[in-house]
């Protein structure tokens, strides 16, 4: 499984990105999705995360919680994160992770995926 994130830049505070993360796999629907993000001298913290089959099930930290949006293409084979509103804080690498899923579900640590992406940066300035 390869994963290939995109969509990062630099962004003043307020303004929106859309990442995308378009995975080489066969039955991506058989795959619970995620972002995550690590920003400098800090571990990487999980940001939203969206379940196999359908993504009628998404996950938000509370941080990020009304202002970005996860979703899932099943015919594109990728994945989404639209972020509004962005926050200097927000300022990080941000990751897609994929994990293989038999039940549908989503999950939210490092520790449960798989399959990560090579990164994107984004960053807000103030």
């Known amino acids: 499984v390869q994963l290939q994130a995109s969509g990062g830049g630099l962004v003043q505070a307020g303004g929106s990105l859309r990442l995308s993360c378009a995975a080489s796999?066969?039955?991506?629907?058989?795959?619970?999705l995620g972002w995550f993000r690590q920003a400098p001298g800090k571990g990487r913290e999980f940001v939203s995360g969206?379940?196999?089959?359908?993504?009628?099930?998404?996950y938000y930290e509370d941080s990020v919680k009304g202002r970005f949006t996860i979703s899932r293409d099943n015919f594109r084979n990728t994945v989404y994160l639209q972020m509004n509103n962005l926050k200097p804080e927000d300022t990080a690498v941000y990751y897609c992770?994929?994990?293989?899923?038999?039940?549908?579900?989503?999950?939210?640590?490092?520790?449960?995926?798989?399959?990560w992406g090579q990164g994107t940066q984004v960053t807000v300035s103030s």
């Open positions: 992770a994929a994990k293989r899923s038999y039940s549908d579900t989503f999950y939210s640590t490092v520790y449960d995926y798989e399959y």
């Open positions: 796999v066969r039955a991506f629907s058989d795959y619970a």
């Open positions: 969206i379940n196999n089959k359908n993504g009628d099930r998404t």
